[in-house]
C-alpha cells in the first residue's frame, strides 16, 4: 500500500509525495533460530512447565522439576552448533549508520556470548538440581517456583547476546523479576522481607539506569552499542556532559546486578532470606548477568570513555573486595545463619576480583583482549560456589545453619566434608583447589599488564585476609565434634539423590579443572568478540 504526504508548494498548490519503500522486501528479515535457540529454549521450557502445571494432578507435579533440569539441559546442548564458526547475528537493523559487520544487530552468539551463556544456564542446571530437594523439604510451591527458575534463566541467557542497550535492560529485567518472586517463596517471614529489600535496591538502580541509557540515546542517536560508541566519539561538546553522565548512571544498574559496592547491602540479608538453591542461584547467575551486560556497554558503547570508567572500575573493584571479606571477617561461627552469611559476603569479595580484568581493559588498546580473565574467573567461580552451597543445604538443610554445625563433618560424612574442603580452598586460591589459584593468577596478571599495579596488591592483600575465613571453615570439618552434637537431623539421613547428583557434578568439575586448568582457557580463549 503506498502512503502520501502533502506538502507546501511555491505556486500555493499541495505536492503529493511518495512514502513508499522502494523494495518493501527489505524490510523482512529472516530469524536465525540456531542463534537464538539457547534462550528460546529455556523460554519454551518456561511455557511447558507453566501449562502443564495447571493440568496435573498435585500427586504428579515432581515431575515439573524433570521437565526444568530436561528444558535446561537442552538449552545447554543448543549451544554446541554455535561453537567453532563465525558469529551468527539476527534482529539487524540495516539503517544504522557508522558500523559494520554485526554492529547494527540486535542479537549476536558470538563466542564471548557463548562463554557466559553456558555459565548462566550450566549455573541454572545445577540450582535446579538443587531446588528439586528443597522444594519437597520446604514445602515451595511447585509450578511458580519452577517456572520463575527458567524465566530467570531465560533472561540470564539472553543478556550477554544482546546487542543494543533496550535489549540489554529487558534482558536484565527479565532475568531479575523473577528472581524477587523466588526470593519471596520461602513464608517463614524472612523470605518477603528478602525479597523486599531486593526488590527496592533493584527498581532503585533499574531507574537511575533508564535515565542514563536515555542521557545516551540523546548524545548519541542510536541504542545499538556499536553505534553509541561512534556517537559518542563525535558528540558535540555541549553534548558531552549529558553522555558522560548518561554512562556513568547506565553502568548503576550492572553494578547492582554485580553486588559491586555501594550496591552491595541486598546481598546477606536477601541469601540468607532465600531458599538456599535460589541463594546459589543469585551468587552465581546473577552476578554473571550483571557481569555480561557491564562488559558489554563497557567495553563496545562506552569505549570512548576508556580511561574514565576503566578508573571508576578499579576503585570499585577494589573497595568490592575490600568491603566484602571485612564483612567476612566480621561474621560470628556460632550464630544461626553464619553459613549463609559467609558465602554472601564472600561473593561480594569475589566479585571485586571478577571487577578486575574489566578495570583493565579500559587501558589495554583493545578492551576485549582483557574479558579473557574475567569469564575464567566467572566459570571457576561458578562451579566452586554453586558446590558450596549444595552442601550448606545438604548439612544445614536450611540457611539457619551455622559455620559450627560443620564440626566434625568429616568423622560423619566424608565424602561431604572433603568436597566443602575442596570448594573452600578453590575460593581462596590454595593447593589442592589449583583452579581457585589459577584463575587468581590469570586475574592478578590482567591488572599487571594493564599497568595497574596498585590494584593488584590491593587484590593480593585482600586474597592474604580472606585465607584467614576459608581457612577457619576448613578446619572445623575436621576438628572433633562437640559433645553436644551440632548437626541437624538432616546431615543425618542419607543424602536425596539430587543433592548427591549436584555434589557429585560440582565436585569433579573442580578436580578435573584443577586436574586440568588449560580446558578453562581454551573454552574462553581467544579474542571474545
Given at each position: ?351 571485586g576480583y571478577l571487577l578486575v580484568p574489566l578495570a583493565a581493559a579500559g587501558y589495554a588498546p ?164
Open positions: 500500500m503506498t502512503g502520501t504526504a502533502l506538502g507546501p508548494h511555491p505556486t500555493g498548490q499541495p505536492t503529493v509525495t511518495s512514502l513508499a519503500v522502494a523494495d518493501p522486501g527489505s524490510l523482512i528479515q529472516s530469524v536465525d533460530w540456531v542463534a537464538i535457540a539457547p534462550p528460546l529454549i529455556a523460554a519454551l521450557a518456561a511455557l511447558a512447565v507453566l501449562i502443564t502445571d495447571l493440568f496435573l494432578p498435585e500427586r504428579h507435579k515432581k515431575l515439573l522439576g524433570g521437565l526444568t533440569v530436561a528444558g535446561l539441559a537442552l538449552a545447554l546442548l543448543a549451544l554446541l552448533p554455535l561453537t567453532g564458526g563465525s558469529p551468527r547475528a539476527t534482529f539487524c537493523a540495516q539503517n544504522v549508520a557508522g558500523v559494520t559487520g554485526n554492529a547494527g544487530c540486535s542479537y549476536v552468539a558470538d563466542h564471548f556470548a557463548l562463554v557466559f551463556q553456558l555459565l548462566a544456564l550450566g549455573g541454572a542446571l545445577v540450582a535446579a538440581l538443587l531446588s528439586t530437594h528443597t522444594v519437597e523439604h520446604e514445602g515451595l510451591p511447585r509450578g511458580e517456583y519452577w517456572f520463575l527458575l527458567l524465566s530467570s534463566a531465560t533472561g540470564a541467557a539472553l543478556l550477554p547476546a544482546s546487542r543494543d542497550l533496550a535489549t540489554l535492560v529487558i534482558a536484565l529485567e527479565v532475568a531479575s523479576l523473577p528472581a524477587f518472586a523466588l526470593v519471596a517463596l520461602r513464608r517463614d517471614g524472612r523470605g518477603a522481607e528478602a525479597a523486599l529489600k531486593f526488590f527496592v535496591s533493584s527498581v532503585t538502580a533499574t531507574a537511575v539506569m533508564l535515565l542514563g541509557v536515555g542521557f545516551v540515546y540523546a548524545a548519541s542517536g542510536s541504542l545499538h552499542l556499536g553505534a553509541v560508541a561512534e556517537g559518542l566519539a563525535h558528540a558535540p561538546a555541549q553534548l558531552k556532559p549529558l553522555a558522560e553522565a548518561g554512562a556513568v548512571l547506565t553502568l548503576v544498574g550492572f553494578a547492582f546486578k554485580v553486588a559491586a559496592v555501594p550496591f552491595h547491602f541486598w546481598v546477606p540479608d536477601t541469601y540468607v532470606g532465600a531458599p538456599l538453591p535460589v541463594a546459589g542461584y543469585l551468587s552465581v547467575v546473577g552476578k554473571a548477568a550483571g557481569l555480561s551486560g557491564l562488559a558489554l556497554v563497557t567495553t563496545i558503547a562506552f569505549r570512548p570513555y576508556a580511561h574514565t570508567w576503566g578508573l571508576v572500575l578499579a576503585v570499585l573493584a577494589a573497595v568490592t573486595m575490600t568491603a566484602g571479606n571485612v564483612g567476612a571477617l566480621r561474621q560470628r561461627f556460632d550464630t544461626r545463619y553464619s553459613a549463609v552469611r559467609l558465602l554472601a559476603w564472600s561473593s561480594v569479595g569475589q566479585a583493545s578492551g576485549a583482549d582483557q574479558l579473557g580473565a574475567t569469564a575464567a574467573y566467572a566459570l571457576i567461580y561458578g562451579v566452586v560456589n554453586l558446590g558450596a552451597f549444595g552442601v550448606v543445604a545438604a548439612v544445614g538443610g536450611r540457611a539457619g545453619a551455622s559455620v559450627d554445625d560443620f564440626r566434625g563433618l568429616f568423622a560423619r560424612r566424608r565424602w561431604t566434608a572433603l568436597a566443602l574442603a575442596f570448594f573452600l580452598l578453590c575460593l581462596a586460591g590454595l593447593p589442592p583447589g589449583v583452579i581457585g589459584l589459577f584463575g587468581k593468577v590469570v586475574v592478578f596478571r590482567s591488572a599487571v599488564d594493564a599497568g595497574l599495579g596498585w590494584l593488584a596488591v590491593v587484590m593480593a592483600a585482600n586474597v592474604v585476609v580472606a585465607l584467614y575465613y576459608y581457612l577457619l571453615w576448613t578446619a572445623r570439618l575436621f576438628a572433633p565434634a562437640r559433645p553436644e552434637g551440632a548437626v541437624t537431623a538432616v546431615a543425618e539421613r542419607r543424602l536425596p539423590a539430587s543433592l548427591a547428583a549436584t555434589l557429585g557434578l560440582t565436585a569433579t568439575a573442580a578436580v578435573v579443572l584443577s586436574a586440568a586448568p588449560q580446558l578453562v582457557l581454551q573454552v574462553v580463549g581467544g579474542t571474545l568478540f
